[in-house]
């Protein structure tokens, strides 16, 4: 566990240069939100009249906070049923489920739209095989809010399963051996065991989730099917890229940045959700049997097809029907380029930014301190990606550079700066733990902070920097929030390139992009921890 307390500064290794880097990055990072934000401020000014009117952020609000709320209640629901079956089961295969779960994270959200309506959409797979057995078509709600919300679950459940399954598996096995000798019923056992276990985690992770819907784009934008279904997401999108009324996405971004702010602050009073996720137990403590193990494996087998249908549609449809042709388009290629390059450069640069920002907090003696270096790190959860990439938008319009020229230098900071808060989360704790714990020994041998890195740090954070590059870089793949409104026919990545074959009715060459990117995605995250975790083994 990391003490509740920093512990006194001379038992820290001294590392001004560690305190120095950090508090510079820190507040390179404010002062570029705050110019983010002068710059959309000094646009609300203009006078130049918008559309957007008092009803119309009426029903955005409503709409938004409705399918958010509606999200986080059917997230939390279902990750607690999927988390206590999982919890119950050992089967062949569990790992790979649980690190599919675990994926959920990174998984694009357009490719998980495009999934939905590949599994149920009016030409999907549940009325193709409908259609085949000689059975009448059904018309799925697949736009519109039920599709939104369908399709956020889908991800949220998911995520909340693997964060809510590691409460679960932490719970001492005393516990369970004497819960067991007790011969408590299933529902007993979730009372008085389960429950206390993870209910603390519950109230953090739902504003999470919340926050996540609330900011969502990708989905909305490709589910919603009209104006009475957006999102100020994706209302600023169409503001700024579809009427260019930059006054009225302006107001908006305002508003959401007043909202997601309030959200953040009534958050921050709940119990944070776990940095580490327990490696579980390989044996079954306490199987259950009769009705309720029925139970669980229902509730896993829907939950493993409602996560892995959409996932399997895309990669069928994508790799037996559109690939080749979409192999042939220069497009393509130049868009792929383009993905690989700003995700690999975002990456690093988060994961840079997120060494030096968790350095300097490890570094810090006070609390005050820790607070101040990492915090701007956080900004984007105030301000998310729509939001980031408009007032990057006005600041390149005022400055007076062509868009397609500043384009890949502002796609790749903003993505870094949508994956810091999942870098510091993972890299912070242990940073500070290694400082707090070690700090005597390593003054004691009067290690340097390069070698504090490289034999201490590095051996036990190995595997974290690893994920931390997979998980920025899936992110930068996935991305569409940012690069929507500064891409170009020249500059486009696979998610504006898959958009666009959507917008012109190529589904074959969408299915095929959503297909890409999904085992993008997967192999990134799979692989890159893993090299990572190979590299301090063998520098071992």
């Not at 039920?146 to 932490?170: T, Y």
């Not at 993870?198 to 926050?211: D, N, S, Y």
């Not at 995700?343 to 005050?368: E, F, K, Q, Y």
Request: overall charge positive; hydrophobic content about 60%.
């Amino acid at each position: 566990m990391i003490p509740a307390s920093p512990i006194s500064p001379r038992h820290l290794p001294h590392r001004p240069l560690r305190r120095a880097t950090g508090a510079g990055i820190g507040i390179a990072i404010a002062l570029l939100v705050a110019l983010l934000l002068v710059a959309i401020l000094m646009a609300a000014r203009d006078g130049t009249p918008t559309r957007i009117s008092p009803g119309t952020i009426l029903s955005l609000l409503r709409m938004t906070l409705v399918q958010a709320s509606l999200t986080t209640i059917l997230s939390l629901i279902i990750g607690i049923a999927l988390a206590w079956a999982l919890d119950r089961l050992r089967f062949p295969g569990r790992s790979l489920l649980v690190g599919l779960f675990a994926s959920a994270i990174v998984t694009p959200g357009m490719v998980v739209a495009f999934g939905v309506l590949a599994v149920w959409g009016r030409a999907g797979w549940i009325n193709g095989g409908l259609m085949a057995l000689g059975l009448p078509r059904i018309e799925f709600p697949v736009f519109g809010l039920a599709g939104i919300v369908f399709a956020h679950v889908i991800l949220d459940a998911a995520f909340c399963a693997r964060i809510l399954l590691g409460r679960l598996e932490a719970i001492p096995e005393g516990r369970l051996k004497t819960g067991r000798s007790l011969g408590l019923s299933p529902l007993q056992r979730f009372r008085l065991i389960d429950w206390p276990a993870i209910r603390g985690t519950l109230p953090g992770l739902g504003a999470i989730v919340f926050l996540l819907a609330f900011t969502s784009f990708p989905i909305v934008l490709m589910l919603g099917g009209g104006p009475a279904n957006q999102t100020f997401e994706v209302a600023i999108y169409s503001a700024v890229r579809l009427d260019f009324d930059l006054r009225g996405a302006v107001i908006l971004a305002l508003i959401q940045i007043a909202l997601c702010g309030t959200i953040i602050i009534g958050a921050s009073a709940l119990a944070p959700i776990p940095a580490a996720i327990s490696g579980g137990r390989d044996a079954q403590l306490w199987p259950e049997a009769g009705m309720a193990r029925l139970l669980q494996w229902l509730v896993l087998a829907l939950g493993a097809l409602g996560f892995g249908l959409p996932l399997l549609s895309v990669l069928v449809d994508g790799l037996t029907q559109g690939l080749p042709a979409l192999l042939a388009r220069p497009q393509f290629w130049q868009a792929m380029l383009t993905s690989m390059a700003i995700g690999l450069v975002s990456a690093a640069l988060t994961l840079a930014l997120a060494l030096g920002l968790g350095m300097g907090r490890a570094a810090m003696g006070s609390r005050i301190g820790r607070l101040a270096v990492t915090a701007p790190a956080y900004a984007y959860l105030a301000v998310p990606a729509v939001v980031l990439s408009l007032g990057f938008f006005l600041l390149v319009r005022q400055a007076g550079i062509a868009p397609g020229l500043a384009a890949p230098v502002v796609v790749v900071i903003a993505n870094a700066l949508l994956a810091l808060p999942f870098a510091i989360a993972t890299l912070g704790p242990p940073l500070t733990a290694i400082a707090e714990r070690q700090g005597r020994l390593i003054r004691s041998l009067g290690l340097s902070g390069t070698l504090q890195w490289l034999r201490v740090e590095w051996p036990l954070l190995g595997r974290d920097t690893g994920l931390v590059f997979a998980l920025a870089f899936c992110f930068s793949l996935g991305d569409l929030g940012v690069v929507a409104l500064f891409g170009t026919q020249d500059f486009q990545t696979l998610p504006l390139l898959m958009l666009r074959a959507l917008g012109a009715y190529r589904t074959n060459d969408a299915a095929a992009i959503a297909a890409v990117m999904l085992m993008g995605t997967i192999i990134a995250f799979v692989v890159l921890p893993r090299l990572a975790e190979r590299l301090v083994h063998a520098r071992a």
